[in-house]
């Protein structure tokens, strides 16, 4: 299972872009760890390109003071909650991991048909007995088998 937390935002002050602001994204999936930095624009791309095939949660707008701590902090918590969304979500998964810069390799199930996110069913082998093994039981000693015999009178009301 894939868990997803924007835990934080930086604001990112390099020479060739005005300043901005880049949301830092933890990923854990099976125990391996990944991180990845986005601007609210590329996560705003990556709903536009989801939005034309599947249905898609709310995505948080686009404010005019975006600066702002208030504002900054609610749309990092919209912004992790609508990952957790789409990452559950199976058909959309491959997308939004790629998106996070995350290649996931395929198992032998899922190359078999089985899709993303769906778990194979999987079960016990049955077996079936021809005859009930506690009403047709064979006493090999001469001793009185008594707790046997309660738990036969309990289940079937009956003692051999």
């Known amino acids: 299972m894939i868990h997803v937390y924007i835990p934080r935002y930086r604001l990112v002050d390099e020479l060739p872009d005005k300043p901005h602001y880049v949301y830092v994204v933890e990923i854990f999936d099976s125990g ?3 991180k990845a930095e986005r601007r609210y624009s590329a996560f705003h791309c990556l709903h536009r390109e989801l939005r034309k095939n599947y249905s898609t949660p709310v995505f948080p707008p686009k404010r005019v003071r975006s600066c702002q ?5 609610r749309r990092r ?14 058909p959309c998964r491959d ?5 996070l ?3 996931k390799t395929r198992t032998s199930e899922e190359q078999e048909g089985t899709a993303v996110g769906e778990k194979a069913l999987n079960h016990q082998p049955i ?3 021809k005859k009930d093994p506690f009403l047709e039981y064979e006493r090999k000693s001469s001793l009185p088998d008594i707790v046997t015999e309660g738990v036969l009178m309990a289940l079937y009301g009956k003692s051999q």
């Not at 701590?69 to 902090?73: D, G, H, I, Q």
């Not at 997308?95 to 998106?99: G, P, S």
């Open 95 to 99: 997308q939004v991991l790629a998106f």
């Open 32 to 34: 391996k760890h990944y």
């Open 101 to 103: 810069g995350i290649t």
């Open 69 to 73: 701590t208030k504002v900054l902090e």
């Open 77 to 90: 918590q919209c912004l992790e909650q609508y990952l957790q969304v789409m990452l559950r979500f199976g």
């Open 127 to 129: 077996y079936i007995y």
